[in-house]
């Protein structure tokens, strides 16, 4: 079946850095957008980034541009998150989602279980 | 940046009850419609795309309907596992951002 396995998350300072990985199985990786989605606990979901099937095209939202720089391996069927210069209102609950596209329609057809990311000195 | 906007932000239903949940762009965006169920603690999981595909696996209880700004997401008959949250989101262009969100809870 199909499975998404974030990791990477936790405690960490403001100004601070961490890395996210999500680790997919049962789909075709290479042929699959990826996205990162996040959701404050509570509160609603927040759309983060996305890269395409072969990484040249990728898209950020304006409150992680510059930040935040999503990447993959279709090699080892991975997703990642780099996230620098933390701020307090980055701490999430961060998704890693596959991306299905079906001629312009791109919908989140699997997620992960999130990992937690908190952001506090 | 394309505004999605939810109604109701909650509602409480009896199981067997019709249930309709409304979304409002702001600005047209054809079909390009998705909706998502999140239950407490859990992944959101995709129900609809494209404004009224089914995505397999999901029971034909859950419709999708609607084009360029309004858009309906109906349970026909609620089961006792649809209480939950319910989300739209547009894939019109980026970013693609989501609606806040509609409680389902028990009457």
């Not at chain 2, 906007?5 to 199981?15: E, F, R, Y």
């Not at chain 2, 309709?20 to 999981?45: D, E, H, M, V």
Request: hydrophobic share 30%.
């Amino acid at each position: 079946q199909v499975q998404l396995v974030e990791s990477g998350g936790g405690l960490a300072k403001p100004g601070g850095s961490l890395r996210l990985s999500c680790a997919v199985s049962g789909i075709y990786f290479s042929d699959y957008y990826m996205s990162w989605i996040r959701q404050v606990p509570g509160k609603g979901l927040e759309w983060v980034s996305y890269i395409s099937d072969n990484g040249i095209t990728i898209k950020y939202a304006d409150s992680v541009k510059g930040r935040f720089t999503i990447s993959r391996d279709n090699a080892k069927k991975s997703l990642y998150l780099q996230i620098n210069s933390l701020r307090a209102e980055d701490t999430a609950v961060y998704y890693c989602a596959s991306t299905a596209y079906l001629g312009e329609v791109y919908y989140f057809d699997y997620w992960g279980q999130g990992t937690l990311v908190t952001v506090s000195s | 940046d394309i505004q999605m906007t939810q109604s109701p932000s909650s509602l409480s239903a009896s199981v067997g009850d019709r249930v309709t949940i409304t979304c409002r762009a702001s600005q047209n965006i054809r079909t390009f419609l998705n909706w998502y169920q999140q239950r407490p603690g859990k992944a959101p999981k995709l129900l609809i795309y494209a404004a009224s595909s089914l995505q397999s696996g999901v029971p034909s209880r859950f419709g999708g309907s609607g084009s360029g700004t309004d858009f309906i997401l109906t349970i026909s008959s609620l089961q006792p596992e649809d209480f939950a949250t319910y989300y739209c989101q547009h894939s019109y262009s980026t970013p693609l951002t989501f609606g806040g969100g509609t409680k389902v809870d028990i009457k």
